[in-house]
């Protein structure tokens, strides 16, 4: 379900439906199958199509709603804290992984947790023993978890 890709884990999502989307001003929850569940609390970009390409613009409003039914194309966390999914309506979610005031968990009890706050990011794989921690730098240490 996940693959280490060096800088970034693959997170395995794809072909996952989006079931809910609740977002306002401060905060986002995406629902996922499986009880796979995104909450953001700071700063999020969606945009109609890839951040960096030309023409990019960010979305709103109710185009968060379009999410729902929408499947996950690509799920990545970077250990840097940033997290990218892709959806099958085109759309990318993007969050910066130091951007002040961000914190961000994605987790499917039993299995994973992933979170980041403002640049230190952890992925716990449920049912190991091991735990990483990552900081903006890229040095990691790995920590056992209790």
């Known amino acids: 379900m996940i693959e280490d890709l060096g800088d970034r884990r693959r997170i395995g999502?794809?072909?996952?439906p989006v079931r809910a989307v609740s977002r306002t001003e401060a905060a986002l929850s995406v629902t996922f199958a499986d009880e796979v569940?995104?909450?953001v609390a700071g700063p999020v970009l969606l945009t109609d199509g890839p951040e960096t390409a030309p023409g990019a613009v960010a979305v709103g409003g109710e185009e968060w709603g379009r999410l729902v039914g929408a499947t996950v194309l690509s799920a990545i966390v970077f250990k840097s804290g940033s997290?990218?999914?892709v959806f099958s309506t085109g759309h990318h979610l993007n969050l910066r992984g130091a951007e002040p005031g961000m914190e961000a968990s994605l987790r499917q009890p039993g299995v994973f947790r992933w979170s980041s706050r403002q640049g230190v990011?952890?992925?716990?794989?449920?049912?190991?023993?091991?735990q990483e921690r990552y900081v903006v730098s890229g040095e990691s240490t790995v920590d056992a978890a209790a």
């Open 37 to 39: 569940v995104l909450t």
């Open 83 to 85: 997290l990218r999914l």
């Open 121 to 130: 990011s952890a992925m716990e794989t449920l049912g190991t023993e091991d």
């Open 13 to 16: 999502l794809r072909g996952s």
